[in-house]
């Protein structure tokens, strides 16, 4: 009998943000592209991906800052903005683009100020019971290897596509059984590792475990999450071992407030 997963695009919620820095390449150069960069903000909202800044930088590349939700990749996002702004300018420019772009993700906090946070986890949690304590520490995972920062490259473009996964226990309940914890260690190393995720970092305590991974370019982080929250519950007979809702945030080398600044 096939096991049903658990957690479902249909039975769950998130907070997020999740924002990008993307640059698009003209075959020539893009005359004052701002007038249909305003219709495009339009028709792009439309795909659930807001612009928040632009920016041109003559003769043929614009750099846009843009937030998305979670069922969208970084490849779609390209394509969508890309083919909307297309058949915008169909009538003047039937070809605007090469094919080539990049597409980087970007959080509040830089990876090496979010990696600082995480690798304190179990410091800013204590347990009572020293055993305890000593149980996550030793069950926390680092790959030093893995540096979510550096470019990678698809097809057509270069990218770079960091993410953090904060999933939280039902009910807030502390779990503190070595075996469930390692085989939630393990299931997260082996889904990643599965499905061709960089894995920099695990945060795993009794009442939720923050992961920091950087997914494939077609990979939603949306899917990434309950991937992860499956494989971990399969471990424990398909139990609802986590609340429906996690949280996601995009990282990367600059914060928000960078490329905000260089755009503007």
Known sequence: MQIQPRYTFNNWSAAYQLNWS?????????????????????????????ILEFNHKPPNIVQFFVSSRPHL???????LIKGRWQYLMRSTEPILFRRNYRI???GSAKADVLDAYIDRQPVRHPMADHRVQELLESLQFYEAQVDLTNIRRSSHGEFLYALQVVIESESGWHDVRPSVLAA??????ASCHKHGWLLSRI???????H?????CIEDTPMDVALVLMN?????????????????LGTFGEYDRGAIRHCLA
């Open 211 to 215: 992961v920091l991974v950087g997914p």
């Open 184 to 189: 939630y260690r393990q299931a997260i190393i």
């Open 104 to 106: 980087i993700s970007i």
């Open 73 to 79: 990749n970084p490849a779609g996002i390209v394509r």
């Open 203 to 209: 945060g795993l305590l009794s009442n939720h475990i």
């Open 22 to 50: 993307l640059s698009v390449f003209g075959r020539e150069s893009l005359t004052s592209p701002a007038s249909s960069i305003e219709h495009l903000r339009e028709a792009i909202a439309k795909d659930h991906i807001k």
């Open 231 to 247: 494989n971990m519950v399969f471990t424990q007979d398909m139990k609802p071992m986590f609340r429906t809702s996690f949280s």
